[in-house]
């Protein structure tokens, strides 16, 4: 793949980031290596492999999200920098 040193400047200059010479040169290298790598692996058939999530066969380890009470909320509440009644009170963020 062509990915030439004014690419990397302005994928850098849309992420914010300020790069010397000498690290446009080397992202410029990395980036033609991780697009290389990814047009062989466009090149394989994947037809036949079913889509996945995690090559581990990992799965849900969480437990059921059903309510339940807290049973000391005034130790959570401890920790509030603000609190009104036995809530924790935040800032107004809709103008």
């Known amino acids: ?10 994928i850098a200059k849309l992420a ?3 790069l010397s010479p000498d690290e446009v040169e ?4 990395q980036l033609v290596k991780i697009l290389d ?3 062989e ?3 394989l058939d994947t037809a036949s492999v079913p ?4 090559v581990l066969g990992a799965s849900n380890v969480f437990r059921e999200d059903e309510p339940r009470p807290f049973p000391e909320p005034e ?3 401890a920790n509030a920098p603000e609190r009104e009644g036995p809530y924790f009170k935040v800032r107004k963020v809709i103008e």
């Open 75 to 77: 130790k959570l509440l």
């Open 51 to 54: 889509p996945t999530t995690s």
């Open 1 to 10: 793949m062509g990915i030439q040193k004014h690419d990397v400047e302005k």
């Open 37 to 39: 790598s990814m047009a």
């Open 41 to 43: 692996l466009c090149k």
């Open 26 to 29: 080397l992202y410029q290298g």
């Open 16 to 18: 914010r980031l300020e």
